[in-house]
């Protein structure tokens, strides 16, 4: 399972990854709690996106989440955040038209593309030696 081994990092770099971890997963299982009790149905009816489609972005917010926290399975789980928040990002901007900051304090895509760089960077680097993944699948060579 080379896939889910950890790539061998310093303490501080492990420390780092560790604190981005916990920060970005409590956020996700924050947002993916509201959204798990009625999965199929979590955005407005006007909003043209399929209930399977709105259960994966639950699944992927709630259990990737979880999964960030414990720094367990943490490729596949910003896999699934990734690919939910590149979704975000295509509605801010296709959809709704939003800028990516604005000014004003409405709507903007800033957060889904910061997510969305957070989860590439957990896929490119790992989730650090302070996770399960370490524990379970061990250290690259």
């Not at 903007?108 to 593309?113: G, I, Q, R, T, V």
Request: hydrophobic residues 50%.
């Amino acid at each position: 399972m080379s896939f889910f081994q950890t790539y061998h990092h310093s303490k501080i770099q492990s420390l780092s990854l560790l604190l981005l971890r916990l920060v970005v997963g409590c956020a996700f299982f924050i947002h993916g709690s509201g959204k798990i009790h009625t999965p199929f149905s979590w955005m407005p009816p006007q909003v043209p996106i399929p209930a399977f489609l709105q259960f994966l972005a639950a699944m992927s917010e709630y259990c990737g989440g979880i999964a960030l926290i414990l720094g367990i399975i943490t490729p596949l789980a910003s896999f699934g955040i990734g690919c939910t928040m590149l979704s975000a990002v295509y509605m801010h901007v296709m959809m709704r038209h939003d800028t990516f900051v604005n000014l004003s304090g409405g709507m903007s895509y800033e957060p889904a593309l910061g997510y969305l760089v957070i989860m590439i960077l957990f896929i490119a680097m790992g989730p650090g030696k302070f996770s399960l993944d370490k524990v379970i699948f061990g250290e690259r060579k």
